[in-house]
């Protein structure tokens, strides 16, 4: 039986559909599993992880032997690994994610088109038919009555009016999938950040790595070599914390704290995520007991415990005022890699013993940007992340020959500031 030109448009309306919508189906099936199996391999490695935190965790401390300092560093490297494993696992699926909102779109977008085309055809099959006979006869057989005319009539419109429902529904679908796809483009800046955090922890292997190279070569693998290593450092770091307290007590700059955030203002958040602190700010227990540590004036911030390779985000808004690392001067006795950022209300924040630096100087951050990775660089008995607030009209950085340490016999870049500009940060804190 051969077909006329409104029936030929249906057929294809019917068609394209079910057949767009089994290729649809096939494809978000497909893309389903392969998710799935990521997430379940995901699963598996934070399983993994977990266990070589805890095992961390457990010896977390300065190493008090060679062997458990070669063992920690091993165990990093190889929690590192399993960690850059997750990310690139993390990174696949988010593609996948990317790529089935697409497939969507295009496939719905298909089914317009092809619906659309369909439409035009029966749009263009009743003009002839309208055009080629008076209105309403044209459409009449012989010995057809009016009545058959006007069900001809009703049912082309009934179908003329469904075509253009499913028309609308498949738009209203597009702009639900356009929708999506706005939101899939958060999954493309996860997937910025996913690459970066996969190019900073294959840096940190590697780290990791010539940490360990290092440690043997000074040590000669050898026990005793190791004990005066430490005593060394740690005697270096005295000193050079008694040098930093005769030169900051002699700097003089007002603090006008009426310019400061009021206390509990929640005027910064929390450079990690997981809060874990380590020691307080002042005249700790452990600032007490060991007041060399800190030529008797106490921690002049918070430590938040965390392992290497965990991301520290800005406190706030502001302008990075420098970055450095103090073991290009002296290794082992001061901060290690640091951070410094002015912010927008008064207020100068330190992000210490840091692996990896994401910023630079002059360099705006917004709240929460990630700045850094935590490590355990300069003087550190773990991995930590050594944070201080300072009155900004206060703190500076020393220039390239500003201060020149006497312990270490070379000049030091950091930032330094008379005690008073030395703030608790957990009164800007939220509490």
């Keep these: 039986m051969k077909m006329s030109s409104f029936q030929k448009s249906i057929f294809l309306f019917v068609t394209s559909f079910f057949l767009m919508a089994n290729v649809y189906g096939a494809t978000v099936d497909e893309m389903k599993a392969s998710i799935d199996d990521i997430t379940q391999k995901i699963q598996t490695l934070d399983k993994e992880i977990a266990q070589y935190n805890k095992q961390i965790s457990q010896t977390q401390g300065q190493a008090k032997t060679l062997k458990q300092a070669i063992t920690n560093l091993e165990v990093r490297r190889a929690a590192l690994l399993k960690e850059i494993d997750k990310t690139k696992l993390n990174i696949t699926k988010t593609e996948d994610d990317i790529s089935k909102t697409q497939s969507k779109i295009s496939v719905t977008q298909q089914k317009i088109n092809n619906n659309n085309l369909s439409l035009a055809e029966i749009i263009r099959g009743i003009n002839q038919q309208e055009n080629s006979a008076p209105p309403m006869l044209g459409i009449l057989e012989k010995n057809s009555s009016i009545s058959s005319a006007l069900d001809v009539v009703k049912r082309s419109t009934d179908v003329s009016n469904a075509v253009n429902e499913k028309i609308r529904n498949l738009q ?3 702009v639900d999938l356009s929708n999506t796809k706005q939101e899939f483009e958060v999954h493309k800046k996860q997937l910025i950040d996913l690459n970066k955090n996969l190019s900073d922890q294959k840096q940190l292997v590697e780290q990791t790595k010539a940490d360990k190279n290092q440690l043997l070569s000074e040590t000669k693998n050898k026990e005793s070599e190791y004990q005066k290593l430490l005593a060394d450092r740690k005697q270096k770091k005295d000193q050079m914390e008694s040098e930093l307290g005769d030169i ?8 006008d704290l009426s310019k400061l955030p009021s206390y509990g203002s929640g005027a910064l958040h929390y450079p990690v995520d997981v809060v874990k602190i380590t020691q307080y700010f002042g005249n700790t227990p452990f600032a007490t007991k060991n007041p060399q540590v800190y030529n008797g004036m106490g921690h002049n911030g918070v430590d938040f415990g965390t392992h290497v390779g965990t991301v520290v985000y800005s406190a706030a808004d502001g302008i990075v005022a420098g970055t ?5 001067g002296c290794v082992g006795v001061s901060y290690g890699k640091w951070v410094l950022i002015r912010h927008n209300n ?12 994401d910023v630079t100087a ?3 951050v917004t709240t929460h940007q990630r700045i850094a990775l935590s490590g355990n660089t300069g003087y550190s ?10 009155a900004s009209s206060a703190v500076h950085i020393t220039s390239p020959t500003e201060y020149k340490s006497k312990v270490c016999g070379t000049y030091m870049i950091m930032p330094i500031a008379p005690r008073d500009a030395y703030l608790n940060p957990l009164t800007y804190l939220p509490q």
Excluded at 324 to 328: E, K, L, Q, S, V
């Design 172 to 174: 209203d679908a597009k």
């Design 248 to 255: 900051e007590s002699k700097l003089t700059a007002a603090v």
């Design 324 to 328: 450095g690392n103090t073991d290009a």
């Design 346 to 357: 008064g207020l100068s924040t330190l992000y210490a013993h840091l692996s990896v630096i």
């Design 362 to 364: 002059g360099q705006s």
């Design 381 to 390: 008995t773990g991995p930590h992340v050594h944070f201080t607030v300072y």
